[in-house]
Every structure is written in C-alpha cells, then in structure tokens.
C-alpha cells in the first residue's frame, strides 16, 4: 500500500544559517525528497541567509553537492535535481548589520497565498536580533512561521529569556520549537500504537506495567564540538529528546489529534515527574565519562583526549541513567529507567514496557519459566515493534516454554523508504500543524525537572564515573536497576 502524498500550498522558507552544517547534511535532503515525491514544486522559494559571500549560483551549487551526497542515489533523477537547485537563492548577510536587511525583502513575495516561514539554524544568541529585525523590517507576517533549532537556553532562566525574546515578536502559534526526534515515523507510531488498539490502553497502567526501560544509546564519541562540552548528555539528551518518549509513553488519552490536545497531555506528565534533588541524587542517578581504547586491532581515544588544552579535566557527562517516576494515578509505583550517553556498545533508540509476571503458574513441571511480556518499540536502527512472549516449544515429551517475539519490522512490512524526521517537520511547519512541535511551557516544564539534578552533581564532590569506550557505560547504570531486581534490556536480548 502506497502513502497518499498531499500537496503544500506554495512558500517561501527562509533559513538562517544557510552555509551550516545542519543545512547541508539534513534540511536540503529532506526538503528535495519531498520535491521528489511531489509536495512542492519550483513555485516555493528557498533562501539562504549567512554570512559568508556566496551567490544565488553558489547556494544551488551547494544544494547540488549536499543531494548528492545525501541523497540514495535511486532518488537522484538529473531533471528532477536541476528542478529542486532552482528553487534556491541567497542573501549574504550578517544579521547583526541593520544595513545588511534590504536584498532578502527583494526575495521574499508579499503575497498571502504564499507561506512565509524562517528557519533559525544559528546560535541561540542570535535568535532576539533575528526576530527584532524581521519585524522592523516588516518581514513578519501574521501567519508567519518561525523555527527555532536547540539548544533552546542551557537552564530554566536561559530558556526564559530566548523565549521572552521570540515572544516580543512572534505569537505561541507561530513559533515551531524542532525536536527532530519527534519526526521519526517510530516515534508517531507510538501515539498509534497506544490510542489506535483497544489491545493495549486497558493494560497501560501500574496494574500491567512492571517498568519502562528507554535507551538512546550513540556508538560515536563527542568529537571536538564544542557545543557539546557545555552541554553534556543531560542537556543535550534527556532535557529534549527523552523526557518527550517518555511523555508519549506516560501521558492519558487526549480529547483529539489537536495539537495542544496533545501537548496539554504532555504537559502534565512533566509536571508529575518526581523532583530529583540532593537528598536522593545519588540513588537516582549516574553520570558518566567515556574512556579510551588502545589495543592492536583499535584505538578509541578518551572524552579527555578529544578536549582541547583549555578544556582538560572537564566534568562533563558522557553518559547518564535515571530512574525517574511519573507521580499520578496511572503510574503510580512503575519506574521509568532512562539511559543515554556516547561511546556505548552500539547506537540504538529503543523503548522497553516489561510488563509484569503472570500472578500464578500453572507450569510447575515445564522446562523453562515463564518469563513476563515485553514490548519493545525500537526507533533506531531497524525501525520496528516487537512483542515478546510465552509460547510452547513444539515437538512430544511434556511442556517446554520458550519465549518468542512477534516482530513488526518497517523495512518487511512496507516497501517504501521510510521518511526521515526533517521531511516531515519541515512541511508541517509550512501546513501550520504543530503536533510534533514542543510549546513553550513544556520546554520550561522539562528544565524544571532537569535544573535540580545539574544542580545537585554540582554541589557534589563526585566525579563522573569512568566507563571504557565500547560498553554499556559505567557499573553505577546496572546498580541503579539492579538494585531494585531488574536488569536492562540489551542487544543480545532479541
């Protein structure tokens, strides 16, 4: 079965921060799939802002470069590439230079029908003088759009401010805060998953659920970002990315698909998220540092070797696992384990409900104990649900129990490329759906919950905890689940 592709009415995205290399790697991929597959055409505009000196021929040479690279080569149709280049143009600017504002109102068409959205792919810093030219300039529009990409401040006041900054200018309903995780077809499957089954919401509670398991784990090191040195795995992770799985897991039915419908429901489950503060820090977290690796076969080098000089001895987190508890009726007693970090054993998305043991087994004399149900929806790579379950081994000589999975695998079951996140948060900023977008009071709900455990490893005198380059991260993370007579769910477990 073929998806149905629903065109977009014509637009004009303009992207701040054009020469970047979030641009190149994934917005003018996602952007020419689309084109590919026929939602927009050459009548929407694509106008690049930066610095640097380029030209309209020199942004479309880039666009040109960044297909072909980015792009499977199966979808790289020569007409079809000349046709998407030419939807591009650029505006060298400094957006900090008022005097620098005059070309792109050239390039931008006063024209309602026409979808007006700008793209802020810059620094944080930049997002206030970017807002007040647009207005001054009268480059805002009513139904205007604007996207903001992360991080969105590094605590609750930085967060506060960026936002009061965009809110001089634009309204809640035109501001799109990006969560790419949130785009991802698995994610969105989730919301299916639950509210499109009768199987699962009746045993979606605390009666059913013995815990919920969620890893994001990278095989990649931190490299030489900087960004990443004055964020760590808590900022940069579980602030955005996993406190929104764990919404969608945790939150009660919404009255509609609505987008505030949704995000009212998201809303409350942070807020019912249990503080953790110094007096339980230490038993509800671990944070960790990768180490390096040197053997004849490889070489991995230390978070502390890829630092530069100035930056030596750096506690920044590598690694973090939490036990977390949503504190309302429905999840009432059921943890929520949430590990992340870089250098683990292999890069996977995946969240994990462990439903509990059966109450009584009639098996007595079976080989093999039964083992509790399992669902496991796994968002990266190898997108797909697999449900694990009790079953007979076949043959004659008594009972044997063996556990099998029902397995859901979206490159089996359909045929067709799955879409990447960007493509569809990008057009859906241009239909003006906000669902997969994060409003304003969920960003500060989070960075109220995440502050105080910053706040708590500060006042410590603990280090990170070391963990060696290619493993699970450090032993704290199996004591913190295995203390309460559970385990994680690992690869080797399929």
Same mark, same amino acid.
């Given at each position: 079965?073929?998806?149905?592709?629903?065109?977009?009415?014509?637009?004009?995205?303009?992207?701040?921060?054009?020469?970047?290399?979030?641009?190149?790697?994934?917005?003018?991929?996602?952007?020419?799939?689309?084109?590919?597959?026929?939602?927009?055409?050459?009548q929407?505009?694509?106008?690049?802002?930066?610095?640097?000196? *380029?030209?309209?021929?020199? &942004?479309?040479?880039?666009?040109?470069?960044?297909?072909?690279?980015?792009?499977?080569?199966s979808?790289?149709?020569?007409? /079809?590439?000349?046709?998407?280049?030419?939807?591009?143009?650029?505006? !060298?600017?400094d957006?900090?230079?008022?005097?620098g504002?005059?070309?792109?109102?050239?390039?931008?068409?006063d024209?309602?029908?026409?979808?007006?959205?700008?793209?802020?792919?810059?620094?944080?810093?930049?997002?206030? !003088?970017?807002?007040?030219?647009?207005?001054?300039?009268?480059?805002?529009?009513?139904?205007?759009?604007?996207?903001? +990409?992360?991080?969105?401040?590094?605590?609750?006041?930085?967060?506060?401010?960026i936002?009061?900054?965009?809110?001089?200018?634009?309204?809640?309903?035109?501001?799109?805060?990006?969560?790419?995780?949130?785009?991802?077809?698995?994610?969105?499957?989730?919301?299916?998953?639950?509210?499109? =089954?009768?199987?699962?919401?009746?045993?979606?509670?605390?009666?059913?659920?013995?815990?919920?398991?969620? /890893?994001?784990?990278?095989?990649?090191?931190?490299?030489?970002?900087?960004?990443?040195?004055?964020? %760590?795995?808590?900022?940069?992770?579980?602030?955005?990315?996993?406190?929104?799985?764990?919404?969608?897991?945790?939150?009660?039915?919404?009255?509609?698909?609505?987008?505030?419908?949704?995000?009212?429901? #998201?809303?409350?489950?942070?807020?019912?998220?249990?503080?953790?503060?110094?007096?339980?820090?230490?038993?509800?977290?671990?944070?960790?540092?990768?180490?390096?690796? #040197?053997?004849?076969?490889?070489?991995?080098?230390?978070?502390?070797? +890829?630092?530069?000089?100035?930056? #030596?001895?750096s506690?920044?987190?590598?690694?973090?696992?939490?036990?977390?508890?949503?504190? =309302?009726?429905?999840?009432?007693?059921?943890?929520?384990?949430?590990?992340? %970090?870089?250098?683990?054993?292999?890069?996977?998305?995946?969240?994990?409900?462990?439903?509990?043991?059966?109450?009584h087994?009639?098996?007595?004399?079976? +080989?093999?104990?039964?083992?509790?149900?399992?669902?496991?929806?796994?968002?990266?790579?190898?997108?797909?649900?697999?449900?694990?379950?009790?079953?007979?081994?076949?043959?004659?000589?008594?009972?044997?129990?063996?556990?099998?999975?029902?397995?859901?695998?979206f490159?089996?079951?359909?045929?067709?490329? /799955?879409?990447?996140?960007?493509?569809?948060?990008?057009?859906?900023?241009?239909?003006?759906?906000?669902?997969?977008? &994060?409003?304003?009071?969920?960003?500060?709900?989070?960075?109220?919950?995440?502050?105080?455990?910053?706040?708590?490893w500060?006042?410590?005198?603990?280090?990170?905890?070391?963990?060696?380059?290619?493993?699970?991260?450090?032993?704290?993370?199996?004591?913190?689940?295995?203390?309460?007579?559970?385990? *994680?769910?690992?690869? %080797?477990?399929?």
């Open positions: 079965m073929s998806s149905r592709i629903i065109p977009v009415e014509p637009f004009d995205y303009v992207v701040f921060g054009a020469t970047g290399d979030l641009t190149k790697r994934k917005l003018i991929p996602a952007l020419y799939y689309r084109f590919f597959d026929g939602q927009f055409d050459e929407s505009r694509i106008i690049g802002v930066s610095r640097s000196p *380029w030209d309209d021929a020199k &942004m479309q040479e880039v666009a040109r470069e960044s297909v072909n690279a980015y792009v499977d080569e979808y790289r149709d020569a007409k /079809t590439i000349d046709r998407f280049v030419s939807c591009f143009s650029y505006v !060298p600017n957006v900090m230079d008022q005097e504002w005059a070309e792109l109102s050239d390039k931008l068409r024209d309602t029908n026409v979808t007006r959205a700008f793209y802020l792919a810059v620094a944080p810093n930049l997002f206030e !003088p970017i807002c007040n030219y647009l207005s001054k300039k009268n480059y805002w529009r009513p139904d205007a759009r604007v996207v903001l +990409e992360k991080p969105l401040g590094h605590d609750l006041e930085s967060s506060v401010e936002n009061d900054a965009v809110a001089r200018v634009f309204t809640e309903d035109q501001v799109y805060r990006i969560d790419h995780y949130l785009g991802k077809e698995t994610v969105q499957n989730l919301l299916a998953l639950r509210f499109a =089954n009768t199987m699962f919401e009746p045993i979606w509670n605390s009666a059913h659920i013995d815990h919920v398991q969620i /890893t994001v784990a990278e095989s990649v090191g931190a490299g030489t970002r900087g960004y990443y040195d004055e964020s %760590g795995a808590l900022r940069d992770m579980i602030q955005n990315h996993i406190l929104q799985l764990l919404c969608l897991v945790a939150m009660e039915p919404p009255a509609s698909d609505d987008a505030n419908a949704l995000r009212d429901e #998201k809303l409350k489950v942070l807020r019912s998220l249990k503080p953790i503060t110094n007096s339980d820090v230490a038993r509800n977290s671990v944070r960790g540092q990768y180490r390096g690796v #040197k053997s004849e076969s490889t070489a991995v080098a230390s978070y502390q070797d +890829e630092l530069p000089a100035d930056k #030596k001895g506690l920044t987190e590598t690694f973090v696992a939490l036990k977390a508890e949503v504190e =309302n009726w429905r999840w009432a007693g059921v943890p929520f384990y949430i590990r992340t %970090g870089k250098r683990l054993a292999t890069r996977v998305s995946e969240i994990v409900i462990q439903f509990r043991e059966v109450p087994s009639i098996f007595d004399h079976a +080989e093999g104990a039964p083992k509790s149900n399992k669902l496991v929806i796994r968002l990266q790579p190898d997108e797909g649900v697999k449900l694990f379950m009790m079953i007979k081994d076949p043959g004659p000589g008594g009972m044997r129990l063996r556990e099998v999975n029902l397995n859901l695998s490159a089996d079951t359909f045929s067709e490329r /799955t879409p990447e996140a960007y493509e569809r948060l990008l057009l859906d900023v241009v239909r003006g759906n906000q669902t997969l977008f &994060m409003r304003r009071d969920e960003l500060e709900a989070a960075w109220k919950w995440v502050d105080p455990i910053r706040d708590a500060n006042a410590s005198s603990e280090a990170p905890q070391p963990y060696t380059a290619g493993t699970w991260g450090p032993t704290g993370s199996i004591a913190l689940i295995e203390r309460d007579g559970r385990t *994680w769910h690992e690869e %080797g477990d399929y």
